[in-house]
C-alpha cells in the first residue's frame, strides 16, 4: 500500500454498518467513498482501480465469518488487509413517522440483522413478517418507498430518513461486534507495531495425512499464536476446504516469516493477505511468552557463527 | 433413536431442496412430512415433540456452512445426528407463464440461491432487481402471489405452480452438492456399518496453549481421518470459537471411542452429534490404512494379560 | 510377583555397591544372598529359578546406563522390576596395611569405578597403573592376593579385608548415585502407591517416517511424563536401536495403561519391565498437572453414556 | 577444518582396532600417528594441539555408544567431527606360540572384547579366567608379557607380536562394527555432499513440560529424519540427561540450518558437534522425500516477494 487512499468502496448503501465502520479509518472522511451493493462488486472495485481500497465485513462475534467476503479475497486478483476496524453493532427498529409497534406487518432487513434480531423480533412483533433485504439501509429505504412497514439498521440509517425509532437495541445478543477489513491492491504490508495480525489462506494438500496438523505444526512449533481458523469449501466437490487463518505477528517478524515459508513447503498453496495493527484489546493472549525476534536473532547469529567455523 | 419415525420436520414449505432430500430418506415418503419456516423451527419441533425428526442442511459444496444449522445443533437441548443425505442442487429459472426472460424486472431466491446463481443472472437478466426470499420454495410461490417477476428454485417447485420454465441449471457450479443431516432426539447411535462418519462439537479451552492443535492430536495419534473442521463464534465475545469436527468411524469403534475420552478430558466442553453412515462414494479416504478395532482389541487384551502378570 | 522372596542373587561377590543396595531392600537382610559374577548371571538364576529375585545396577548418575542389564532385561525369557533402590556411591583408596599413597605402583577398581575417578587418581597417584578389575570387590581381593597395590571400592570391601583406608570418597563426583532394581520372574505387578515409575522396551517400526516422535506423543497426548529415555542397539545392524522408557504412573493408570495399549499398536513390539515405587525424593515433577485417574474414569462413564443414548 | 593434518591421535595402543579404523583416512597414513591410552587423552591432544585430529570410538552396533566419547565431546572445549569411519570388528584368539586353547587358564581382552565375545570363551574356553585389559592391544601385549595365557584382540595386534592365531571371528555377533570419529578443533565443516550426517548435543530445559518432544518436532516439521538419539546424564543428579543426535543432512542445507536454530530457542543449550559425509551405505532411508534446498530456496523467495509487495 503506497500513496494516499482517495477513493474508499465499501458495502453500501449509505447508511450501513460499513460505513459507520468506514468513518473511523483515519483519511477516509474526507475522502470519496463509495457504496457498492455487494462485497464481490466492493472488491471488483479495487482491482479493476474505480476504488484504491475496500471496507468490507469479515466476520461477526454472533453470526460469524461472512462467506462473500472469505470468497472474494481467496479468488481472483490478489488482495491485501492493510487494517482492521471492530465495530460495535447496534440494532434500532424504525418505521414510518406515526407508526406504532403494533401495527408492523411486515419487518425488512439484511438476513444477518433478521437473525440477530430473531429472538427480540418474535417476542414484540410477533405478527410481523420478515423481509430479507439486500442490505440494513436498503431496508430503512424501503419504509421509505411503502415496500415493508418496519427496518431492522443502524442507527445512522434511520436517523437519515428521519424515521420514528420505535426501539433500540434489539440485537438478541447486545455485546455483538463486526470485524471490517480494509482492503487494497497488494504492496509493501504497513510496518510492524508490535502488535499486529496476519491472515492467510492455506490450500492444505489432500493426499497428505495429517495435512492440517501439519499446518497448525508449523505455527506451533515457532511459538505463534493462532488467533482464527475458518473453513471454506474450494468449491470443487463437497468435502474440500480451504482454510483461512489468522495469528499474532507481522510477516517482517523471523517467526511469522518463517512459519509462511513452512506453510508454502507444506501446503498445496498460500494465499497471504496481509500483515496489519490489530485493533481493540479485544483479543486476549494465551499467557505464553511468545518468542521474541531477538530469540530469532540470536539463533540465526549463532547459526551463522557455526556454519563458518567460528566458534 | 428408537422406534418408527412417523413425523419429519423440514426446512419447508414444501418444494424446497429439503422436501426432495426428504424424499431419499428411507420410509419418509409414507410419513406425516412437516414443513417449516427456518431451521432453528424445524430443530425446535424435535425437541419439543411435534416431530420424531428433522431434515435440515447442514453444508453446501459451495456456499459452506450453514450456520443457523450448526448453531441450532451446538445450543439447547441435545439432538443427534442419525443420517446425511448428498442432494445435487438444480436451480432452474421460472416465472409466470407467458413472462420472457428479457422483461423480468425482478428475479427472487433464498440468499444462497442468488449466491450460487449470481454470475448467471449478472449475464443473463442484467437488469433485473434480486430480491432475498425466506425459501427457493417462496420465491416461486412469490411468483403467483406477484410480489416478483421470477424465481430462481428447485424444479420441484417451479413444477407444483405450474410457471414457465425458461432456464435450467443457472447455477454458476454446476456440481454443487447439499449435505443434508437428519436429527433426533439423542438415544442410542444407528449400529456402526464401516462406513461411518462421526460429528461433535469441541470447546476449546482458551486458557491453554495450542488447544486446538491437542484437539487435531488426539484424532491424528489414534489413526483417525478428520473430514471437516468448521469454526464458529461461541457468540460471547469476537475470537472465541467453537469447533464442528467430523471424523471417519463410529463411537462404537474403539479408536473413535478413546479419542472422544482423550477430548472429553482436554476440552471445555465436547457436544456428541451422531455417528451415521457415510452417504455417498464421495469420500476419499486419505490412502493410509487406518488402524482397525482389531489392533484395538489386540491391545486391550495384551494390557490385561500384563497387569495380571499372565505373560 | 507373589510369596516371600527366600533367595537374592546380586551382583557380586559379596562387598560390592549391589550388594549395599540389596541390603537396603526390605527382607533381604535375611534372605540367602547369592553373589554373581556378572549382570548375565544374576538374570539367568532368576530366570532358571535358582534365585527368586536380582539387584542389579541400572544407571548411575555419573556413568550412565548399564549396558549389560539394559541387554539383560530386553532379551532372554520375560523379567520383571518390582522396586528401585537409589544408592550414593562412595568411593575410598585401600592398599594393604603399612602402605602410603605414594608407593602404589598399580590400582585396581571395576572400569566404573576407575572411570568415576579417574580425576582424583591422575592428580594424586599420578605414577601408578590403572587396572581394570571385575568388579570393585575383586579390587579389594587383588590387593590380598597381591595382584596389585591399591584398590578403589566401597568401604564395606575395603573393611571386610581390613585394608588400610589411604583416602575416603576420592570420586570426581561426590553427588553419584546409582539405581539398582530389583528384578523377578514376571507376576502382577506391586500395587499402585500414587508416586510410581513405569519401565518399558519399545521397537520402533523402522519403515515408518517418524515412529519414535510417535511412541513420545502417545504419552504426551495423555499428559504422561517420561523420565528417561535411552536408546540401545539391537544388534541386528548399525543404525538399529530400541528404547527404554520411563514414565511417571502405573500400569494400573487408567492414562499409563491407555499409553501402553496406544505403543503396542504403533511399535513393532513392546517389552513391559514393571511398574513400581519411586525410590527417593530425587525425581522432579515438571510442574504441570497431570491427568488424574478421575479424569480419564470421567470420560470413560460419559462415553459409556452416549453410546448408550443416556444423555 | 583447514591445512593438512599431520598429527592423529587415536585410541591406542599401537595393534587397535581404532589404529585399522585409522588407517582407513585417506592421508592419515603418511602422517604421524599418535597413540593414546584413553578417549579423553586423546581428545585433550586436539584440544591442546598435540595433535591435529583424533580418531576415536563412537558407537558399536552390538556394545552400544562410547560413554568417554560421548563425554568427552560434550565437555571441554568445542570439538568438531569431520568424517566418520565404519570398521567391521573381528575378533581373534591369540597365545603363545605353541599354547593350545585347552591350556589358556586366564584370557584377556577389553571389557567390550570380553562382552562381544563372552558366548563364544564360555563354550570354548570354559575354564579360564577372564581379565579385563586397557584395550585389545594390550591384551596381545599381556600374552607375551606373561601377565595371561590367551588374548582377544584385532588381527592386527595378534600379528605384530607374532602370537599364535588359536581361533579366528570369535565374536557372538560376527556382523559387529565400530563407527569411529575423527574430530579436530572447530572449524568450516567439510563441503557437504548430499548424503551427509549432522550431530549434536542438545541440553533440554528440564522445566518445561515434553522438551524432549518438541525437539524431535523441530526436525520432524522441516522433514528431517533422526537415525540416532543417545541420553547421557549430565552429571548433575539422577535423572538429568543431555540428548545425543545424529540427523540426516549438513548444517549447509536450509532445513538442517533451520532446525538448529528452531533447537537454539527451545533448548537450554546446543552444542554443534559437527556436519560430515555418511560413511557406508549402511544407512536406510525411511523411504520419505525429503524437503530439498530447492523447496526451502523456493519459499524464501516468495517470502522475499510477499514482504516487498511484489506479488
Known amino acids: 500500500m503506497s500513496g494516499v487512499l482517495t477513493r474508499y468502496a465499501y458495502l453500501g448503501p449509505a447508511g450501513t454498518f460499513a ?7 483515519p483519511g477516509a472522511a474526507d475522502a470519496e467513498l463509495l457504496p457498492m451493493v455487494t462485497v464481490p462488486e466492493a472488491l471488483g472495485a479495487v482491482r479493476d482501480g474505480r476504488a484504491d481500497a475496500a471496507l468490507v465485513p469479515l466476520e461477526n462475534s454472533v453470526e460469524g465469518a461472512v462467506p ?20 460495535p453493532v447496534t440494532f434500532n427498529l424504525y418505521a414510518a ?15 444477518h440483522g433478521l ?20 442490505s440494513t439501509a436498503d431496508a430503512a429505504e424501503g419504509v421509505l418507498r411503502g415496500d415493508w412497514d418496519g427496518a431492522v439498521c443502524a442507527p445512522v440509517a434511520g436517523q437519515r430518513h428521519q424515521l420514528a425509532e420505535l426501539a433500540v437495541n434489539v440485537a438478541d445478543n447486545a455485546s ?13 504490508p504497513p510496518a510492524p507495531t508490535g502488535a499486529d495480525v496476519t491472515s492467510l489462506v492455506a490450500f492444505i494438500a489432500h493426499d497428505r495425512t495429517g495435512a492440517l496438523l501439519e499446518v497448525l505444526t508449523e505455527f506451533a512449533v515457532r ?13 470443487e466437490r463437497m468435502g474440500r476446504y480451504c482454510f483461512f487463518l489468522d495469528c499474532d505477528g507481522h510477516i517482517e517478524d523471523a517467526r511469522v516469516g518463517e512459519a509462511l515459508m513452512g506453510l508454502r ?20 493472549g494465551d499467557g505464553r511468552a511468545e518468542p521474541s525476534d531477538d530469540d ?3 539463533a540465526a547469529a549463532w547459526l551463522e557463527r557455526v556454519r563458518a567455523g567460528e566458534v
Not at 460505513?19 to 479509518?25: C, I, K, P, S, T
Not at 498445496?268 to 493477505?273: G, K, N, Q, T, W
Request: glycine share 10%.
Open 265 to 284: 513447503r507444506v501446503c498445496a498453496d498460500v494465499r497471504f493477505l496481509g500483515s496489519y495493527p490489530r485493533a481493540g484489546a479485544d483479543h486476549e
Open 97 to 111: 413517522p406515526g407508526a406504532d409497534i403494533g401495527s408492523l406487518k411486515t419487518v425488512a432487513s439484511h438476513p
Open 68 to 87: 462473500p467476503t472469505l470468497d472474494g479475497l481467496v479468488r481472483g486478483d490478489l488482495l491485501m488487509i492493510n487494517r482492521e476496524v471492530l465495530l
Open 19 to 25: 460505513e459507520q465502520a468506514l468513518r473511523l479509518v
Open 223 to 235: 511459538g505463534i499464536n493462532l488467533t482464527r481458523i475458518e473453513s471454506r469449501p474450494t468449491k
Open 296 to 298: 530469532f536473532a540470536d
Open 115 to 134: 437473525a440477530q434480531c430473531q429472538g427480540w423480533l418474535r417476542e414484540n412483533v410477533p405478527g410481523a413478517e420478515l423481509v430479507a433485504s439486500p
Open 176 to 188: 455483538a461486534v463486526t470485524r471490517f477489513v480494509l482492503v487494497t491492491r497488494p504492496g509493501r
